[in-house]
Nanobody, 116 residues
Framework: QVQLVESGGGLVQAGGSLRLSCAAS????????MGWYRQAPGKQRELVAT???????NYADSVKGRFTISGDNAKNTLYLQMNSLKPEDTAVYYC??????????WGKGTLVTVSS
C-alpha cells in the first residue's frame, strides 16, 4: 500500500508560478511510475505529467514548456513546478502512483486556482 499527500495548491494570478508537492509513504519500492493529474469543474480528470523510475518524463501538450515534473528520492517526494499559469490551469491536482503490480493509488488532491 502507498499513501500520497499533496500540498502547495492555492490562488495565483495568471502568469504566476506554484510548486506542488506529493509526499509518498508505504511500499515506495513498488512504485513504477508517478504522475500528476488534474480535474477542472465539470470536466474529466486528465493527465498533466508523469515520470518513471528511470526518470523519463511525459507531459500533456497543454503544459509542455510551462510545467516540470521531478522527484526527490531522498525525500520520497514528487514535485510539479508550474510556471506561466493560465486561468485554464484551474483544477484540483492529484498525485498518482502506479505500482509494478498494476495497482495504482491517488492522493486526495490540492486545489489550484488561477485568476485572470
Amino acid at each position: 500500500q502507498v499513501q500520497l499527500v499533496e500540498s502547495g495548491g492555492g490562488l495565483v494570478q495568471a502568469g504566476g508560478s506554484l510548486r506542488l508537492s506529493c509526499a509518498a509513504s508505504g511500499k515506495i519500492f513498488m512504485i513504477n511510475v508517478m504522475g500528476w493529474y488534474r480535474q477542472a469543474p465539470g470536466k474529466q480528470r486528465e493527465l498533466v505529467a508523469t515520470i518513471t523510475r528511470s526518470g523519463s518524463t511525459n507531459y500533456a501538450d497543454s503544459v509542455k514548456g510551462r510545467f516540470t515534473i521531478s522527484g526527490d528520492n531522498a525525500k520520497n517526494t514528487l514535485y510539479l513546478q508550474m510556471n506561466s499559469l493560465k486561468p485554464e490551469d484551474t483544477a484540483v491536482y492529484y498525485c498518482n502512483a502506479d505500482l509494478i503490480s498494476g495497482v495504482d493509488y491517488w492522493g486526495k488532491g490540492t486545489l489550484v486556482t488561477v485568476s485572470s
